[in-house]
């Protein structure tokens, strides 16, 4: 990747770097909404580092966009794909992904939050460590329509990309070097993300 190479070597992308290295942190995170491996979070942080080492004033407004746009589009086309599921007799190989990836515990939690207080667990779903994939599940059995999903998944993409591009820039701001902000960026977001299985397995 352009961007997060430009990072950990100092060097500061041009023009040519850049038109390369938006269309890459689309395609990666709109991938990471679909196929839930892909660390989406810890993607948006580092770019948002290397936009704000950068001269060029809209650099981190480009990352933002680009973040939100892709996850955006990539939550609608993994919802779609699961509603065709939902309707086909046979289900789908990506309705059954979903379940795979939404514990019962979770799923029921889920579903509650949901029905009390609708479209608002949608917008923090994306908000919370593994929170995305039981709310969408729920949507789906619910029966909430592609609008009605839509409408909901705008704010949340919203809030996701202005949450985690925040990190970048508290980690930009901390160091002098790019690489090292990318690396406390990074080391943030993992923590982020482990510490609801942490907190499961100390209360355990």
């Known amino acids: 990747m ?5 990072a950990t070597t100092g060097a500061t992308p041009g023009a040519a770097g850049q038109a390369i290295g938006y269309p890459t942190l689309f395609l990666l995170v709109f991938l990471g909404a679909l196929v839930p491996v892909v660390p ?14 950068q001269t060029a004033p809209l650099s981190l407004l480009f990352v933002f966009v ?3 746009a892709a996850a955006f589009l990539g939550d ?3 919802y779609w ?3 065709r599921g939902m309707k086909s007799k046979n289900g789908s190989r990506w309705l059954e992904a979903l379940r795979s990836r939404a514990p019962e515990e979770r ?5 509650g939050k949901l029905a009390d207080h609708g479209v608002a667990v949608l917008v923090l779903s994306r908000l919370v460590p593994a929170g995305r994939i039981p709310v969408m599940l729920a949507c789906l059995m619910a029966e909430w329509p592609l609008r009605r999903f839509v409408r909901g998944n705008l704010p949340a993409c919203l809030a996701w990309a202005v949450t985690y591009q925040l990190i970048g820039i508290l980690g930009g701001s901390l160091f002098e ?7 406390a960026a990074v080391a943030l977001t993992v923590a982020i993300s482990a510490a ?4 499961k397995r100390v209360r355990s």
Do not use: K, M, N
């Open 2 to 6: 352009t961007w997060l190479a430009a």
């Open 40 to 53: 989406t979070g810890a993607l948006v942080s580092s770019a948002a580092v290397v936009a704000f080492h």
């Open 66 to 68: 680009t973040a939100s």
């Open 76 to 78: 609608i086309a993994l």
């Open 81 to 83: 794909l699961g509603r």
């Open 107 to 111: 799923l029921s939690q889920a579903q």
């Open 177 to 183: 070097e790019p690489w090292e902000g990318v690396l």
């Open 196 to 199: 609801p299985t942490v907190w």
